[in-house]
């Protein structure tokens, strides 16, 4: 908790340096604005944040995990902006290199990934892949929480609260194991039907010809890649047959 804080903190003092718009002039909407809202975004951010972590401490005292999950996982926008900010700052790396590291889901990832006999690096590699681990995000057309699920396969999964990381990791990871069951372990088509969809898997026979299907396909084998020789432990049943990634 106290990492996130400063993390907060950095990213926030070079937000409050940002240079301040000439007088009269509108911030355009992704721009760094005046220096009076730098200021108020920076201490509702602080604010936010201090009201998070200290939701999260209430909650563990009491042994409500719950609600410990919620606060932990909640979300600021104003600390979301500075975090953006702070990230136009970050060094520049090649398209085809990521920085591996944990994340607060890797525990969560595992034990879904091993009741559902999944390759722990696979699963990972579908959530970066899918909404570079942000539990809130939700796609154009409509997919939502770390593993993109659509409503419908959320319903089907009796999910209750698809931003919640277990439900939603959970669910997702069913379906997965689902496509990889169907397609014989088969793991570029289980991932190829997981974006675009069992039917025009089985239509194609294969990958379809669709760009951003293809392209999900290689980011998603090669953070897998990434992710395996980080270590991480496969599941039992997570073994593509001769042939798939």
């Not at 939701?55 to 104003?78: I, N, T």
């Not at 902006?81 to 790396?93: E, I, N, P």
């Not at 690096?121 to 997919?143: M, N, Q, T, W, Y």
Request: aromatic share 6%.
């Amino acid at each position: 908790m106290a990492g996130r804080r400063r993390e907060v903190v950095l990213l926030g003092a070079w937000f409050l340096i940002a240079p301040p718009l000439p007088e009269g002039k509108r911030p355009e909407p992704h721009a760094p604005v005046s220096s009076w809202t730098r200021v108020r975004s920076f201490d509702t951010a602080m604010h936010c944040e201090e009201t998070r972590l200290a939701s999260g401490a209430a909650a563990r005292a009491v042994k409500d995990l719950g609600a410990a999950e919620l606060a932990d996982m909640s979300r600021c926008l104003h600390a979301d902006r500075l975090r953006a900010m702070g990230a136009l700052l970050a060094v520049t790396r090649p398209a085809n290199v990521f920085r591996v590291a944990p994340t607060a889901y890797d525990a969560m990832i595992r034990e879904a990934a091993d009741r559902n006999e999944l390759e722990y690096a696979l699963v990972k590699a579908v959530i970066r892949a899918e909404s570079d681990f942000d539990h809130l995000a939700i796609s154009p057309k409509g997919a939502r929480g770390l593993m993109q699920l659509m409503p419908a396969t959320a319903a089907e999964h009796l999910v209750r609260n698809v931003f919640l990381p277990r439900e939603n990791i959970e669910a997702g990871c069913r379906h997965l194991r689902e496509l990889l069951d169907r397609y014989g372990f088969d793991v570029e088509r289980a991932v190829a039907a997981y974006n675009a969809g069992a039917r025009r898997v089985d239509e194609w026979g294969g990958v379809p010809p669709i760009p951003e299907t293809r392209e999900y396909l290689e980011r998603v084998l090669r953070y897998r890649v990434a992710y395996l020789r980080d270590g991480a432990r496969s599941g039992p049943g997570a073994r593509p047959r001769p042939g798939g990634s």
